[in-house]
């Protein structure tokens, strides 16, 4: 595969064409993922079918019943667009303003570790962006990974944290549920698990927001995030244990349609 790594030296590019990949070099695409966050193919032209037969050939993809059928196309895929579909339903985070750093799903019991999101049209201006958690924990200082090491935290969902509310989303927070804020992904590489804004404190302490903006002030700075500038027929795929992702102001939420895929690792590590 024609591999090739952003000046950030860790997003990577990959300019194949998806839908010529065979299941070794899905593999090695997964494994990328796994090592490097977040991979890019330019260029692509896709149906939803070719979609989902490229996710599955690295793992199991999630299922949709009718309570999303608003927003989804087929069982496999959600609609992330401000566009009206034929019932008059925007899509999954349709809204205008900044859909605010988050991981998917981190207080399900089951949440898939990989995203995939596949821009069809009107994306030209948007811009999504990724922190590398992984490099961000390797620059702590020793002192305060030996602080961290055994902290676990609790997640959740509030309406309005991001910027936007959304039917789609009950408030909560899943006390059963506790992430240790240091993780190895599937890959083997070593990094934070944070998502600081569905994240509702630490499990037997009570220093959660004097440690928690210590942290993010860390995450947060420019060396550790790739901002991805979209066009149409990019697709991005990216880790969700060992990075966090954001939205930025769109104006243009009406014309943009992504598709985004939630699926695991499952034919690739075991």
Known sequence: MNIIYDRNDWTVFIHEDINTLNDKQAKHVAELIAKNLVVVFKEQILTPEQEVAFCSKIGTVKTYGKKLEDISIGNHILRVTGQKNEKGEIGLFGHVSDLDWHCNQPSEPNRNPLIWLYSLTGSKGSITSWINMIRAYDDL????????????????????????????????????????????????????????????????????????????????????????????????????????????????????????????????YS
């Open 141 to 268: 200082p020793n002192y305060l990974k030996e602080e961290i090491k055994d902290i676990k935290i609790r997640c959740g969902w509030v309406n309005g944290k991001f910027g936007y509310n959304d039917k789609h989303f009950t408030n909560h927070v899943n006390t059963e549920i506790k992430h240790s804020i240091v993780q190895t992904n599937h890959g083997g590489k070593t990094g934070l698990f944070f998502p600081f804004l569905q994240t509702f404190g630490f499990v037997d302490r009570l220093d959660f927001k004097s440690l928690s903006e210590k942290l993010i002030k860390h995450i947060t700075q420019e060396q550790y995030i790739y901002h991805h500038y979209w066009d149409d027929g990019d697709v991005v795929i990216s880790d969700q244990w060992l990075s966090l992702h954001k939205r930025w102001r769109f104006e243009d939420m009406d014309k943009r349609i992504l598709h985004r895929i939630s699926f695991d690792y499952t034919k690739v």
